[in-house]
């Protein structure tokens, strides 16, 4: 005698993600108490997360101990780059993901040798938008923007230039050769995110680089007080 | 497409949260601004990952949540779906602010009456 249908609204307040970031959360915890910054480097396919990372890795040498996670669709060419510079390199192919999850992350760091570690530096997926809303339990979010990419790229992504603790506009030494109107790119930064620092780096002509690396020292310093998004 | 793994982990929180024995009929989530999140592809995600599953044929809807914008010329204050916006005013640099939540906020279910008064 069931011909009657009931329906019932349930409501159910919960995030959509809590599973992830409640791995997050939990990687967040582990790197904290054994003191290991770790920052999540997002940009466009192409801006120079890995050159970046590779100039980095290059000024640390002898002077920090750091491992790189590094997530790309389908190939182990930025692992390949990185592994020149530092022994504890982790590729995580993504397949189709356009981003890392807190679970690659964990599954990434059973690989590595966390004991001499002090900074884990992670690079997201080439994507400025997909990357933002995942929390992989690093404590800054770091934006990369080239100036080859269009001075219009911060307003077009707000999420980013909103939730990064420090954004990098990189490929300054290529300013001479396109049209980038630096006024314009700092002033959506500032409407979207009143306190950012903006650093302006050539990860291969190193120019500025030393703000960037100063950054990094001063936020391990700080404990690297975790900013979660919210 | 981040849209299809916001819609796999839905589809895997709605299961845990559906009333066992009922047929889910819609489900409904609320999503701050900043999120990007586009509705056309959300839904067709949403459709992908249910085809085949309990879920299948359920109804995603979608509360997306504006911007604020704020006037530092006149004081206005508006909501709109873009950011950047020039106020009535003239004033070409309203400050935008948004949310990133996204949350399941209900989920709607069918349930045959008999079943219902055994529970
Ligand atoms: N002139 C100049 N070229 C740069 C700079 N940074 C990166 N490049 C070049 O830009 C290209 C892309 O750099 P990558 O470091 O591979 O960029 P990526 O962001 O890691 O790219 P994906 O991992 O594919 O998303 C390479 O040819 C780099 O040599 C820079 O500061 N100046
Ligand atoms: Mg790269
Ligand atoms: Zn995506
Ligand atoms: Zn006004």
Same mark, same amino acid.
């Given at each position: $005698?069931?011909?009657?249908? #009931?329906?019932?609204?349930?409501?159910?307040?919960?995030?959509?993600?809590?599973?992830?970031?409640? %791995?997050?959360?939990?990687?967040?915890?582990?790197?904290?108490?054994? *003191?290991?910054?770790?920052? +999540? =480097?997002? @940009? &466009?396919? *192409?801006?120079?997360?890995?050159?970046?990372?590779?100039?980095?890795?290059?000024?640390?040498?002898?002077?920090?101990?750091?491992?790189?996670?590094? @997530? +790309?669709?389908?190939?182990?060419?930025?692992?390949?780059?990185?592994?020149?510079?530092?022994?504890?390199?982790?590729?995580?192919?993504?397949?189709? *993901?356009?981003?890392?999850?807190?679970?690659?992350?964990?599954?990434?760091? $059973?690989?590595? /040798?966390?004991?001499?570690?002090? %900074?884990?530096?992670?690079?997201?997926?080439?994507?400025? =938008?997909?990357?933002?809303?995942?929390?992989?339990?690093?404590?800054?979010?770091?934006?990369?923007?080239?100036?080859?990419? *269009?001075?219009?790229?911060?307003?077009?992504?707000?999420?980013?230039?909103?939730?990064?603790?420090? !954004?990098?506009?990189?490929?300054?030494?290529?300013?001479?050769?396109?049209?980038? +109107?630096?006024?314009?790119?700092?002033? /959506?930064?500032? !409407?979207?995110?009143?306190?950012?620092?903006?650093?302006?780096?050539?990860?291969?002509?190193?120019? @500025?680089? /030393? &703000?960037?690396?100063?950054?990094?020292? #001063?936020?391990?310093?700080?404990?690297?007080?975790?900013?979660?998004? &919210? | 497409?981040?849209?299809?793994?916001?819609?796999?982990?839905?589809?895997?929180?709605?299961?845990?949260?559906?009333?066992?024995?009922?047929?889910?009929?819609?489900?409904?989530?609320?999503?701050?601004?900043?999120?990007?999140?586009?509705?056309?592809?959300?839904?067709?995600?949403?459709?992908?990952?249910?085809?085949?599953?309990?879920?299948?044929?359920?109804?995603?809807?979608?509360?997306?949540?504006?911007?604020?914008?704020?006037?530092?010329?006149?004081?206005?204050?508006?909501?709109?779906?873009?950011?950047?916006?020039?106020?009535?005013?003239?004033?070409?640099?309203?400050?935008?602010?948004?949310?990133?939540?996204?949350?399941?906020?209900?989920?709607?279910?069918?349930?045959?009456?008999?079943?219902?008064?055994?529970?």
């Amino acid at each position: $005698m069931s011909e009657s249908v #009931r329906t019932t609204r349930v409501p159910v307040v919960e995030r959509v993600l809590e599973v992830n970031d409640q %791995l997050a959360a939990t990687t967040r915890a582990d790197l904290e108490r054994r *003191g290991i910054l770790a920052v +999540d =480097i997002i @940009g &466009a396919p *192409g801006s120079g997360k890995t050159a970046l990372l590779e100039a980095t890795l290059r000024a640390l040498k002898g002077r920090r101990h750091p491992a790189v996670l590094v @997530g +790309d669709l389908a190939t182990r060419r930025d692992g390949d780059r990185l592994a020149r510079w530092c022994d504890q390199v982790v590729q995580i192919s993504t397949g189709q *993901g356009c981003h890392l999850d807190a679970g690659q992350i964990r599954d990434a760091l $059973m690989q590595v /040798d966390l004991s001499e570690v002090d %900074l884990l530096l992670i690079e997201n997926v080439g994507n400025l =938008i997909c990357p933002v809303g995942f929390d992989l339990g690093q404590a800054a979010k770091v934006g990369v923007f080239a100036v080859t990419d *269009g001075d219009d790229k911060a307003a077009k992504h707000p999420y980013l230039v909103q939730a990064a603790d420090v !954004l990098l506009l990189n490929k300054i030494d290529l300013l001479p050769y396109v049209s980038f +109107d630096g006024p314009l790119f700092q002033a /959506d930064v500032r !409407l979207l995110n009143p306190t950012v620092p903006i650093l302006e780096v050539s990860s291969t002509t190193g120019a @500025g680089l /030393d &703000a960037w690396l100063d950054w990094l020292d #001063r936020k391990s310093a700080d404990g690297g007080a975790s900013t979660p998004i &919210a | 497409m981040h849209e299809f793994s916001i819609a796999e982990a839905l589809a895997a929180q709605v299961l845990r949260h559906a009333p066992v024995g009922g047929r889910v009929r819609e489900v409904e989530i609320r999503v701050g601004a900043l999120r990007g999140l586009e509705p056309e592809a959300m839904k067709m995600s949403w459709d992908a990952v249910t085809h085949d599953t309990p879920l299948a044929g359920s109804v995603l809807r979608l509360d997306l949540r504006p911007w604020s914008l704020v006037c530092p010329a006149c004081g206005r204050t508006w909501e709109s779906p873009v950011p950047f916006e020039t106020c009535r005013c003239g004033e070409t640099s309203p400050r935008p602010t948004a949310g990133d939540e996204l949350n399941l906020m209900s989920i709607t279910v069918d349930e045959d009456e008999t079943t219902a008064e055994e529970a």
